[in-house]
């Protein structure tokens, strides 16, 4: 193990929810406005993950207002204060961009597993 890994290992966060993609989650993030700190929600489908270690990282995807809002975080920031997996998808995709062409309903859902 080189200097690289070692220094990465250190900064991984212990308590990350185990999660896949298809799932619906609920990612609460710290925002920082004014000299305020909040937690502010996003609830959406994971469309994808990527990377490895520190480097990892998730997209989120929702439907706002009739429009489509994706949002990547990286898993292993202090922004993120915690991930809430609300329910669990069956998929065969590694990435679900498919849902992008997806418009109304259908574009919240995927199989439920279970």
């Not at 900064?11 to 993609?21: E, I, M, R, S, W």
């Not at 920082?32 to 990527?50: A, P």
């Not at 990282?57 to 489509?68: D, L, Q």
Request: hydrophobic fraction near 40%; charge should be positive.
């Amino acid at each position: 193990m080189n200097i690289l890994d070692k220094i990465g290992q250190e900064q991984l966060k212990a308590d990350v929810t185990p999660f896949g993609v298809g799932d619906t989650v609920k990612v609460h993030t710290r925002v920082i406005e004014g000299g305020k700190e909040r937690v502010q929600i996003f609830q959406g489908i994971v469309i994808g993950k990527r990377g490895a270690g520190v480097n990892e990282a998730f997209t989120v995807r929702k439907i706002s207002y009739g429009e489509g809002v994706e949002r990547s975080f990286p898993l292993h920031t202090p922004k993120v204060a915690r991930i809430d997996v609300v329910t669990h998808g069956k998929v065969r995709r590694a990435k679900l961009n498919y849902l992008r062409q997806r418009i109304g309903k259908e574009a919240m859902f995927v199989k439920t597993a279970r």
